[in-house]
């Protein structure tokens, strides 16, 4: 599945499988994310950096500023990539 299609999938309101240790996670797009300095800039509230193995299960952030933080052992991030929590761990999806 594509981001693309995560992310039409979620706008209609459908729950999209995140793997086989969940049987369902909606996910909840929460703004963009600077892999540069590790801050956030959130749709709402107040920005900060993101932690490995620390989130909230389904949220996602896009990447606007490429960079090597390194989370849950991902370090090369790309812009338009998605950083997104799932299962206790921040995973990659790769953008185009």
């Given at each position: 599945?594509?981001?693309?299609?995560?992310?039409?999938?979620?706008?209609?309101g459908?729950?999209?499988?995140?793997?086989?240790?969940?049987?369902?996670?909606?996910?909840?797009y929460?703004?963009?994310?600077?892999?540069s300095?590790?801050?956030?800039?959130?749709?709402?509230?107040?920005?900060?950096?993101?932690?490995?193995?620390?989130?909230?299960?389904?949220?996602?952030?896009?990447?606007?500023?490429?960079?090597?933080?390194?989370?849950?052992?991902?370090?090369?991030?790309?812009?338009?990539?998605?950083?997104?929590?799932?299962?206790?761990?921040?995973?990659?999806?790769?953008?185009?």
């Open positions: 599945m594509t981001i693309t299609s995560l992310i039409i999938a979620q706008q209609a459908a729950v999209v499988p995140a793997g086989p240790a969940q049987s369902g996670t909606q996910l909840l929460q703004g963009v994310w600077d892999a300095t590790n801050l956030v800039t959130p749709i709402v509230g107040v920005g900060g950096p993101l932690v490995s193995s620390v989130g909230n299960e389904g949220w996602m952030y896009r990447v606007a500023v490429a960079g090597s933080t390194n989370l849950d052992g991902v370090s090369a991030w790309g812009v338009n990539d998605y950083v997104v929590f799932l299962a206790g761990a921040w995973r990659k999806i790769a953008g185009a």
